[in-house]
Structures are given as structure tokens and as C-alpha cells.
């Protein structure tokens, strides 16, 4: 009901939802594309196809030095993007929405005791932190390269939802179930939580987009996990070839564009998640 | 301070609801405010009575009105229903005062949840409180209530709070409350975002079920007039203290607290024949008197 | 009722009357619309047609509930637009003090930010919760002088004088806002209101969120600046009382329209308009004897759909048929018709109605018969 409300109301949230369906469709997807694009050739196969051939129809985004479709890279890459944001993203707002909604709505010392927890995650310097744990732990995978990097967004999402969950709390409808004789337990489940949808959407798509960003980072400065193949690997191999100074400027420009539009998606997806559901933005539209 | 109305007739039968007392303090140390300070109301089993209870914007009365509804327990003094501390009550004690005891609110907006069909409210509470049976008694009770406070019921049902007026949704609030049929209802500024136009509707349901279904009013207001209209008991309230208490009527015409005196010297009236009358040395003294600083 | 002392005459209580002789129009507004297209196609008209004078030295009322479109009204007078897709037509005419008649509908931003505060000066509605909290009141009157173009020291020098004109101490010039109280933050808007001597003050809600003694006291103050500055004051309130207390005209607005206006004492005593007579019987008095009251049935209708013809018909106790598909008119009725007597036929003066009750406010066009009268109303004359 909310999604198709939001859908009807914004432009944005349409935007978003198509854009990311269809990176959602590419990375389910890849290996069929890879197929239909090059047919039975291996895409990792070093030397499969002539080295640094500018774009072309056969080659869209042209091929690396190693000879090998920049596409077909880029599809096998998506994947694990996505399923690094999907993750991690998920990980942190499912953590965050129960501290959240905990601390928010019983108040008094299990507030103080899960807030001063948050606050004590939110100051450690996050990026030193996971370049350590990146240089000593080389063998991860991907999800647990996710769930390191859940670890860390959490709190944000604590935050924001325990906020609004106190101003909820103290919603007149909710002294309405109060004296309907509604129980706790009855009052979170059907006056807080569906009024928290949005928030707990825009907390997923801002710290899915931090993940997957932050993989990048990973893999540029080159602590990524080795075995993992990502956008933010493309990237890096882009940089280190100097595809710039080559000329071979769609090297460069595949995952980038990818990874914004990633970004894009779940921008405007909460973007206009917020804009129908935050009451001071609702007379600007 | 006169207690003429508000105590019960006969002392051995215990009242239905009743503040002794009672002090709510927010805050602590040198940041406390004394929300109320020693309020005391008692609402008789019977007959059915009408008490507003006056004041300005924090003077306490809706505080006084949270802790009647077991919404805000005071930190002195008692809040009882039927000889019970309302906050002490187990899970069937709670529901039976529920049932007994419940409110319409000021905002008509904020009340109901924009997630939610109007209907819902009418579950809620007949499953909560177990009233009707089967569907089809159920539909019918709740067009019953609708039409016991002028409503349609197809006008109501099956739509959206954001799609009804205010004037609407603060009669599907009373319609609620005729379903639960409670021995007192406590209505928190009930008028005061509702159009001029929709307000005396409003009031003559209130009236109507003291009338008709013996349920007792709680009327808290800001408004002299509209406590005049209602007519019966009346507390006026400042700073959390109950300065004055007694018959509207005897109240309006004698009022003994200067700051009585000052809110009927300021209220302005809709007749512009009856302008504000006292000349402003009169007014200065009597803001003096009252407390209030002069702006 | 001892506490109000009822007077022969208007204008001997506290807060008087002023003087109809002096009026002179300072703003006249001529069949404004304010539309607003939805994606949908649909229009809200929520101002729509309206007329309306307002004259120097006066105050005047605009009254309405909820949805009758007042801050509309007033948002486009200040050529404030919290919406892009706003449509204006209709004129706004305003008499500067330099350069004659300007019409508001039409010039730019850049001269209606000049026109605020020195010609025009608003307050908006909540406003006293907008002071800066982290500057001194004494520096937030200057500024608003000093962005006119007043040299700085001399719009500080005339900060004491602001603050005693509006009932204030020199000292409190320098209090911060969160040291004043609720009335005392109005009186201050009031002052940064007047510090550039405006001919016209507009007023949305001055008093809604005051304590009714405080509400009283800055009534006052505002009448005593009519008489002082002889400034115009234009005060919107949904308060049917507070209109009676303190304006020499009320304009009663519904569903986007001004549909009486007239002096206060005549329109509240002797309402012509239906909704008018609705909106006053159901306002409770402490000086009037408990007697039930009706309210007016109904709710106020969207701007997206008004009802056709007279607006109000659907609600109207009184309606005709011809309320049903004829708008009526803003006219000004007869007066023997209103008084019942017949004899030299009289306008009232300064009394408008937009009502099928009063044959002038029939479009001649729908008139049934030659006479100008439409033939259901004859029954309406009382």
C-alpha cells in the first residue's frame, strides 16, 4: 500500500525503482547476457579476444589488455556489488531497526544503555578500522566481507529510527489504542511500524549504497578480498592500467557509470520515499 | 474554596472516578515543573454530571486529564476509579476501566492513524472490549453509532481519516465513544480545532449522552464560553493549581480569584455592544492581582 | 453580565471605532482568483472572484474557517507564493505614498520586497516563534530598517521608541527572544511591523496561540496603532468575537469569496448573509442565556470542487432554487428591503452581500421578470 502510494505520488521513487530493477534484472541475470553477448567464451579467458580494441558493436565497451570483453566483465562483476549492498544493507537496517524501535519506545535505562552503545560504534574511526581488518583477512568472501561492513553502518540506522520512533511514540493515535486497551506489544506492530516503512527504506537504500561504495574504496586502495570480482575490481584494474591516458576511456567509464547508477537508484528511492512521507517536505511538491 | 457539586451526595457510595491530590512533577531539581499541584475532582457514581475544567495553555488541565485516563501517572496524591488506584490496576481491572472510563481528543487529525481505514477504530474497540457478535451485528452497531452522532454511515465507513473533515472525524471519535458506552468521558480541548460552525455540534452530543445515556462529562477547555454553554461544574485552573471551583453559572456571576475575574475581563465577546469595558487601570490592577505579568 | 458594560453607540468602549468619514481606499482588490492546477487537470480555485476594500485608518476583518481561503488571500496581497504553480488574475490595487497605484498581482519580486515593510508590512501567522533566537530583539527591529536603506545608527536609535509604541520597555531591547514571553514576542513582530511607518498591516492569527488576557492586551495595542499612525490594519482570525471586539469592518469569507462585508456592529448584530447569521448563532457567549445552538450543518466544500451557484447553498437553511445554478453577486442591498419598509429606495452604505435573499445580488441576466427581481425571493424580504 505505501509502495504503490509512493509509486503514484513521486517521480523520483519511479525513477529509482525502474533504475535499480533493472541493475537488480542485469546482476540475476548476468550469466545469461554474458552468454547472449559472447556465446560460449569463458569472460575471465585471458587473450579470448584482441587486446585493447576500442568499442565496437561486437565489443560495446571494448576490450582490456588481456583481451577480454569489457560487458562481459562488467555483468560478472555487478553481482557481487549488489549482493554486497543487498546484504549489508539489509544487515545494518534489521540491526538498526530493532535497537531502533527498542530504545525508542521503552525509553528510561534501556535507552541510555543501547544508546550509549551506538554512540560509542559511531565514533570509532570506521575506514582505519576496516582497512586493518582488510589487510589481515584477505580471504573473505562476500558475505562476510557484507557482514563486516553491516557491522559498521548499523548505528546510523539505530539512530535515525529510534528518533522517529520517539516521535511516534507520542502520536495522539497512539494514546488512542492506549485507552482502546491496545497491548505494547500490539501498539509497536500496528501504529509504529507501518508509519516507520519509508524510514526503514530510506535507511536500506542509504546504507546498501555506503556498502557497496565502500567496497569500492576497498578494492582501489587494494585490500579487497582477492577472490572477489567486483565493480569496485574493474575499477581499480581501469585506474592501474591507465585506461585514461590510453585513450580507452569506456574502461573507465563502464562501472563508473554502473556504480552511479546504483546510486542513483536508491538515492531517488529515498529521496522520494522521504518526500511523500516527511511531513515538512509534503507541501513543497 | 468551595466544593458545592464536585463532592458526591452520599460519601458511602464510592465514586466513579476521582483525583485526591494528585501532583505530577516533570523534570528534576532546579528543571522541575509542577504540571499539577494537589488537583483534587471527584466524578460521583451517580447522577451523571458536567464538569469543565478551565484554563490557558499550561495550567495543567491536561495533565490533570492524562492522569484521569491512566495515561500519565502522578508522582503524588491519587488517581482512583471506583475506589482503585488507576495505576495499580491488573490486565481485567484495566480493561474494565477502560470500559468505563474514556476520552475524545483535541486533535482531530492526529488521532487517527493514516495507515489505517476509519473502521478501525470501531474494531479496536469491539474486539478489545468484546462488543457484537458475528459480522453482520457488528456492521450494524457501527452504523448505529455513526447515526447517533448525525453521521452516514456510507459517508464514513470504508475511507480514509484524511478524507473526512475535522468536524467528521471528531464525530467518529464520539461515535466510538457511544459504542463503549463509558460512565465518563473526558474530552481534552475537543472543540478547539474544529470550526465555529461544527463546535456546538459537537458540545450538544456531549450534552445529549449525559442526557440520554447518563454518561458524565470531563470538558476540558480554554474557552469560559463554551464551559458556559455546557453549563454544570466548572475548576478553573493556573499553574497547576485548582483556583476556583463551584456552579458555572455561580462562578461566572461571582467569581471570588482575581484570575477568574481576569479571563471574564478578557475574553472578548461576539455581541460588539458588550466591548471590553474595563479601563485599562482596572485591568493592570487586576493582572496584578491575578499573577500575570502585563503583556 | 457585569463584566461587559453594553454601550448606546459604537466605539465608547475601550478599544473605539474609527471615524468612517476618513476612509479613504489604500487597497482595493478586484475579482482576484488564486488557482492552483493539480497534476490531475483538476484546479483548486481557492480564492475565486473575490472583492474587497480596505481603507486607511481603519481596521478590517477578514473572517473565515478553515479552507475559506483567508491566508490564501493574504499570501497573494504579499505576493508570497509557497507554491510554483500558483495562477493570480483579478487586480491588487495598492496606493504607495511615492509612486501612486501599483498593482501587487503584477510587479516584480524586486519591488515587492521593496513595498514590504515600508509600505506593506505583514505578520505572518505563529511569527512570534520566528524571532531569531541568537540575536538581541533590539537588533532584529534595526535590521529590518536597516535593509530598507535606514542608517544603521539611526534605526538603532529608534528601537526605544518601537518598543514603547507597541506597550514595550526601552530595556527589553536588549533581552533575547527566549527571555520573553508569548505576548511580549508579538508585541516585538508588532514593532519590527511598524518600524518603517507601513499604510497597511497585515495580520494572520495575531493572537490564536495567546493566553485570552494577553490576546486582549495586544488587541488593544493594534487599535491604538490605527488611531496613532493612522495605518491601516488588515486582521485575519477565524474569531467571530475577536472581529467583534476590535475591527470597524469585517469581510466574512467562504469557500474563496467575500460574501458580506460590512461594518462590524451592523454584520454581527444584523448578519444578511446566511452564513453569517449561522456563524454567529453558533457562537457561545457568557453574555448570552444558555439556549441550545445548531451550528451550521455540513462541511466546508473542497476548492477543487465548489458547489455551483451560491456556494453555500447545500448547507443554506434558506436556499431557493436559484442558489442551486446562479452565483450570486457582491452587492450592496436596499435598504428598505432589509428593514421591511418600503419607501425611497436606499443602499446601505458600506454593506455588501453575495446572497439570492437580496435581489441585487441576482445577475440582472437571471432575473425571471422585467422588475429585477427574481420571483422566489420575494418571500425573502422578511
Known sequence: ?285 | MTDAKTTPPSTNATPILELRDATTVFGHGADATVANDRVSLVIPESPPSLVSIVGESGSGKTTAARTLLGLQQPTGGQALWRGQDIYKLDGKGRTAFRRDVQAVFQDPYGIFNPFYKVDRVFDIIMKRFGIGSGKADRRELIEEALRAVSLRPHDVLGRYPHQLSGGERQRVMLARAWMIKPRVIIADEAISMLDVAVRAIVMNILLDFREQLGISTIFITHDLSAAHYLGGDMLVMRRGKVVERGEVDQILQRPTHAYTRLLLESIPSPDPDSRWATSADDLARLEQDAGVAAT | MATHTPTEATGSGVIPVSDPARREPVLTIEDLDVHFPANDGSVARVVDRLRLTVNRNEIIGIAGESGSGKTTLVEAILGISRFPNRRLNGRVLFETRTRGQVDLATISARQMRRLRLEEIAYIPQGSMNSLNPVLRVGDQIADGMIDHGVPAGQARGRVPELLERVGLEARVARLFPHELSGGMKQRVIIAIAIAMSPSLIVADEPTTALDVNVQRRILETLARLRDEMQVAIMLVSHDMAVHAQLVDRVGIMYAGQIVETGEVREAVKRPMHPYTAGLMQAIPSIDRPRARMEGIRGATPSPRNWPEGCRFHDRCPRAMPVCRTIPPLLAEPVAGRREGVTGPVDVIAGRQVACHLYPESTPPEARSDGSGRPAATTEAAR
Open chain 1, 1 to 285: 500500500m505505501a509502495f504503490i502510494n509512493t509509486w503514484r505520488q513521486s517521480g523520483q521513487f519511479r525513477f529509482g525503482v525502474i533504475v535499480l530493477s533493472l541493475l537488480i534484472l542485469m546482476g540475476v541475470f548476468h550469466q545469461l547476457l554474458i552468454r547472449l553477448h559472447i556465446g560460449d567464451t569463458d569472460p575471465r579467458q585471458i587473450g579470448a579476444f584482441g587486446i585493447l580494441e576500442s568499442p565496437s558493436w561486437a565489443h560495446p565497451f571494448g576490450t582490456d589488455p588481456y583481451g577480454r570483453d569489457w560487458l562481459a566483465m562488467n555483468l560478472l562483476g555487478l553481482p557481487s556489488s549488489l549482493l554486497v549492498a543487498g546484504i549489508a544493507g539489509l544487515i545494518s537496517t534489521v540491526i538498526g531497526a530493532v535497537v531502533g524501535f527498542v530504545s525508542g519506545y521503552k525509553g528510561g535505562k534501556t535507552d541510555a544503555s543501547l544508546r550509549t552503545m551506538t554512540d560509542m560504534l559511531l565514533v570509532i574511526p570506521t575506514l582505519p578500522l576496516i582497512l586493518t581488518l582488510g589487510a589481515y583477512a584477505r580471504g573473505l568472501s562476500v558475505l562476510e566481507l557484507a557482514l563486516v561492513l553491516a557491522a559498521f553502518s548499523w548505528p546510523f540506522a539505530a539512530r535515525v529510527i529510534r528518533s522517529q520512533v520517539l516521535s511516534l511514540r507520542e502520536r495522539p493515535y497512539v494514546e488512542l489504542s492506549k485507552i482502546s486497551d491496545l497491548k505494547d506489544r500490539q501498539i509497536i506492530f500496528q501504529d509504529i511500524l507501518p508509519n516507520m516503512m519509508p524510514y526503514l527504506g530510506i535507511g536500506l537504500a542509504t546504507s546498501s549504497v555506503g556498502a557497496a561504495f565502500a567496497l569500492v574504496g576497498l578494492t582501489i586502495i587494494g585490500l579487497a578480498p582477492s577472490g572477489v570480482l567486483d565493480l569496485g575490481t574493474l575499477l581499480s584494474l581501469a585506474l592501474e592500467w591507465g585506461a585514461l591516458s590510453l585513450q580507452q576511456w569506456t574502461l573507465f567509464f563502464a562501472p563508473m557509470t554502473l556504480l552511479i547508477l546504483l546510486f542513483l537508484g536508491a538515492a531517488f528511492i529515498s529521496q522520494g520515499l522521504e518526500q511523500v512521507y516527511n511531513p515538512r517536505l509534503r507541501g513543497q511538491q
